[in-house]
């Protein structure tokens, strides 16, 4: 099995194989680390679906498509039905916080065709629609998502990351001598992510985005 030592790239011509030789819907998985991987392995495979597990971890909008992919998709409709009474798509400028999967050229610049957001903000998203679910979710869970997100910051900004680890279950009886930022729970997460923007966002950087890698 491609497990820990033994991971590395799927094989989509397996994937392949099975779709042929069944006549049920496939779903294929892995390699999905961008946008544009879903329409590459619908293309090699010919599965009905495809999902990610490892790519969506680190971020969430893989299956968002940017800004850029959607201008052109417009572009080609308007190409194929003109209407000059109709205001055409105005052309979009560079992004510096819309990146996307690598490997596309258009122009001798590298574009992108999947949008990522700002790790910060989805990151506070997240944890409001995770304090929003009937069912709860293990705080390692919680913990081990946002670190996936948010590891582009916690590269340099160490300090958080070790806080963010030092959170305990909000389940958890805190002691009553220990100071507030050390009782754990949502209130201290969101408070170390915004933290985490707000450093950011310092000296007019462009948002830090969310990747896999």
């Known amino acids: 099995e491609q497990r820990g030592v033994l991971a590395g790239l799927a094989d989509w011509s397996k994937i392949k194989a099975v779709k042929e030789a069944v006549s049920v819907p496939v779903f294929a998985n892995g390699n999905i680390l961008y946008f ?5 392995c619908l293309e090699a495979t010919g599965a009905d679906a495809v999902m990610s597990a490892e790519g969506n971890l680190y971020n ?14 417009e572009e080609k409709e308007a190409d194929s039905s003109p209407n000059e009474h109709e205001p055409q798509p105005e052309h979009i400028p560079d992004n510096p916080s819309t990146k996307t ?53 916690f590269v340099k900004h160490t ?21 507030v930022e050390q009782k754990g729970g949502f209130d201290q997460a969101e408070g170390i992510v915004q933290e985490l923007k707000e450093r950011l966002e310092v000296g007019g950087h462009p948002p830090m985005i969310c990747y896999y890698g």
Do not use: C
């Open 36 to 40: 544009s991987d879903v329409a590459a």
């Open 60 to 73: 969430p909008a893989i299956f968002r498509p940017g800004l850029l992919s959607l201008a052109n998709s």
């Open 101 to 153: 999967s690598p490997g596309l050229d258009m122009g001798g610049t590298t574009k992108f065709l999947s949008e990522h957001l700002p790790i910060a903000d989805l990151a506070l998203e997240y944890l409001e629609i995770v304090k929003q679910l009937k069912t709860p979710t293990e705080w390692s869970a919680i913990k081990g998502h946002l670190f996936k997100v948010l590891r582009p910051g």
């Open 159 to 179: 300090d958080l990351r070790d806080r963010l680890g030092k959170i305990p279950s909000p389940k958890a009886k805190p002691n009553v001598d220990e100071p």
